[in-house]
Every structure is written in structure tokens, then in C-alpha cells.
């Protein structure tokens, strides 16, 4: 959960439209008040901001093994009876035929109309099935509520020299080089 947080913040300061279009949707739903879990429902773009975060740093790159019992055949491919298979999160969410544009950052991508809002599963990021992600939920109530409420309070800014660092560290995809931006208060603008 604070990966997807690190990496939303970060596309946020890089992306200077997608913050300001975030702000604005803070402020049209909650007004003075603090955003809180129950203003969630009511913000599309925040939610749009959280999957096309988690398409594009998929906290998880690869789905834990799943291991054939006997043999079977999925979307074509034969699986021989104990063949474990791996499916690549990070190769299916950056696949030319499925996404516009995989390497860019674009929430606005998930505002079509096509995705339902409360749809946990836009993307591969939680799995799929009866093995899925256990706290999805969780994981989106408390993602949404960090990263909109550091947009409410700051404008984000990345220091000089953040604004191509993809790279990622350890299975969970961390980000290497730690996000070092400048925040400036809502209140002084
Ligand atoms: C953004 C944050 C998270 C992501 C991207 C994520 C992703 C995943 C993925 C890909 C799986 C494997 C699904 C599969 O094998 O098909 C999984 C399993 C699981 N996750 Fe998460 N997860 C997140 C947060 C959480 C949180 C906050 C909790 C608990 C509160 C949680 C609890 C679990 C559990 C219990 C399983 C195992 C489910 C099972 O095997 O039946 N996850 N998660």
C-alpha cells in the first residue's frame, strides 16, 4: 500500500495537469472540510488516479505461482499437470494491444465510461479469482485517503533530476531512488 502511495504522489508532482484536475475534484467534493473515507465513492478521479497508479507500478510484477493439478487449457495454451505457472503483471499493464500509450502516466484513461467505478479489478494488480487480493479494499480506502489528502494540504513538485526515475527495487517494486519533491502549502498559493 505505501508503494502505490509513493508512486501516485510522485506521477502526481511530475504530472502538474492530473494534480491540478485532482484539486479540483477535492475541492468540489469535500469543500473546507477534510477528505475522509466516506467522500471516496463521490471521486472519480482520485480513483482513476489510484488504478492507472497501480497499472503502471504494479506493486506485485508477478503473480505468486499457481500450480496445475491436472492438466488443463487456458485462453488456448495446453498446462501440463504440475507445471507452475507465473503469470507477468508487469508485462500484461504495459501490453501495446491492451493500453494507449502503456509508458504514460494517463488516469484520464480509466474515465471513459468503460470501468465501473467500484471495479477492484481494472487492472491485473490484485489478481484475479478466487486466490484475489484479500484487502483490495483496504488497500484502496487507505491509498485514496493519503494521497488525496496530501494533494488537499500541498502542491507537489519534484526536485530537479526526479523526473525520469522508474526504476524499482525488491519484489514489492519500491522505488530506488526514494521521491524527494517540494511541498508547498495550499494555504500560501
Ligand atoms: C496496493 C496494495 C496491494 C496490492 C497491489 C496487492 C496485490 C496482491 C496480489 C497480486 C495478490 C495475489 C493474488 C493471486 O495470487 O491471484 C494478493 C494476495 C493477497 N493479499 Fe494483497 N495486495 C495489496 C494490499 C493488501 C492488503 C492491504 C492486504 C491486507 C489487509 C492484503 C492481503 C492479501 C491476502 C490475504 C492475499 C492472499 C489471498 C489468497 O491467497 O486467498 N493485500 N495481493
Known amino acids: 500500500t505505501p508503494v502505490v502511495v509513493e508512486w501516485a504522489m510522485y506521477e502526481l508532482a511530475k504530472n502538474h495537469g492530473c494534480q491540478e484536475s485532482l484539486y479540483e475534484e477535492i475541492k468540489s467534493v469535500c ?13 472519480p478521479y482520485l480513483n482513476a488516479v489510484f488504478h492507472e497508479t497501480l497499472r503502471k507500478h504494479s506493486p506485485v510484477p508477478i503473480m505468486p505461482l499457481k500450480y496445475a493439478h491436472k492438466d488443463t487449457e487456458i485462453g488456448g495454451y495446453h498446462i ?19 493500453w494507449e500509450d502503456p509508458e504514460v502516466w494517463k488516469p484520464e484513461r480509466f474515465l471513459t465510461g468503460k470501468h465501473q467505478l467500484q471495479d477492484m479489478h481494472k487492472t491485473l494488480a490484485f489478481g484475479l479469482g478466487r486466490r484475489a487480493c484479500a484487502g ?4 484502496m480506502n487507505i491509498s485514496c485517503t493519503a494521497v488525496a489528502r496530501m494533494a488537499q494540504e500541498f502542491k507537489w513538485t519534484l526536485k530537479e533530476g526526479q523526473g525520469d526515475d522508474d526504476d524499482t527495487v525488491l519484489f514489492t517494486t519500491h522505488k530506488l531512488q526514494p521521491l524527494e519533491a517540494y511541498i508547498t502549502p495550499r494555504s500560501t498559493l
Not at 136 to 139: E, H, L, R
Open 80 to 98: 501440463h499437470k504440475g507445471s507452475q505457472i507465473a503469470i507477468n503483471i508487469y508485462g500484461a499493464h504495459r501490453d501495446e494491444k491492451e
Open 136 to 139: 483490495s479494499m483496504q488497500a
Open 31 to 43: 469543500g473546507d472540510e477534510k477528505v475522509t473515507e466516506e467522500n471516496l465513492p463521490h471521486m
